[in-house]
T-cell receptor
Framework: AQSVAQPEDQVNVAEGNPLTVKCTYS??????LFWYVQYPNRGLQFLLK??????LVKGSYGFEAEFNKSQTSFHLKKPSALVSDSALYFC?????????????FGDGTTLTVKP | GAVVSQHPSRVICKSGTSVKIECRSL??????MFWYRQFPKQSLMLMAT?????????EQGVEKDKFLINHASLTLSTLTVTSAHPEDSSFYIC???????????FGDGTRLSIL
């Protein structure tokens, strides 16, 4: 079984400040990890993924995420937040042995960046 | 990148009406598609996994006769909400499955409002 926890329903940051959206996971084997972003009344858009190798993964729009195997975490980060980053963010995990690409999603974290 | 088209984007109809939502993969073949329901609280609920040429696999608690899924071709899956009632009002999102380390590709969702 696989699961994802996003401990914060809401994250508020000021524009220009660094942001972190937290994610921890549980999976029986080695995971693929993903971050997605959702804007109002839209579907989810892929931001970045961790497959293997370097623990720091860089993705779209200046976002990055750090894979920490010992803490089973994959926190999303950005050095300087923009108001346009305000959206709903989902972390997802997939066991490498899973067929057909079925991922398990966290409950989402609403990021609000204030001017 | 891969594109998933979902139609309609919004439906408003009377109680008792059946509503069909289409999900098309535009530039790739999707043997598997996923249907999600998103509640106002924001979390995604996986309703069913749609497999081309075979019966869909429904998650526990999802009524098969209420939410009919058809995946007749490699590029089209449909979700029909039969005899819809106000409690079926929600945001429905489809996603094409993918293998290995590839992310899921999502449609833009359908806002269903039953009066």
């Amino acid at each position: 079984a696989q699961s994802v926890a996003q401990p914060e329903d809401q994250v508020n940051v000021a524009e220009g400040n660094p942001l972190t959206v937290k994610c921890t996971y549980s999976v029986s084997g080695n995971p693929y990890l993903f971050w997605y972003v959702q804007y109002p009344n839209r579907g989810l858009q892929f931001l970045l993924k961790y497959i293997t190798g370097d623990n720091l993964v860089k993705g779209s729009y200046g976002f990055e995420a750090e894979f920490n195997k010992s803490q089973t975490s994959f926190h999303l980060k950005k050095p300087s937040a923009l108001v346009s980053d305000s959206a709903l963010y989902f972390c997802a995990v997939r066991d490498r042995g899973t067929n057909a690409g079925k991922s398990t999603f966290g409950d989402g974290t609403t990021l609000t960046v204030k001017p | 990148g891969a594109v998933v088209s979902q139609h309609p984007s919004r439906v408003i109809c009377k109680s008792g009406t059946s509503v069909k939502i289409e999900c098309r993969s535009l530039d790739f073949q999707a043997t598997t598609m996923f249907w999600y329901r998103q509640f106002p609280k924001q979390s995604l609920m996986l309703m069913a996994t749609s497999n081309e040429g075979s019966k869909a696999t429904y998650e526990q608690g999802v009524e098969k006769d209420k939410f009919l899924i058809n995946h007749a071709s490699l590029t089209l899956s449909t979700l029909t909400v039969t005899s819809a009632h106000p409690e079926d009002s929600s945001f429905y999102i489809c996603s094409a499955g993918s293998r290995g380390d590839q992310p899921q590709h999502f449609g833009d969702g359908t806002r269903l409002s039953i009066l």
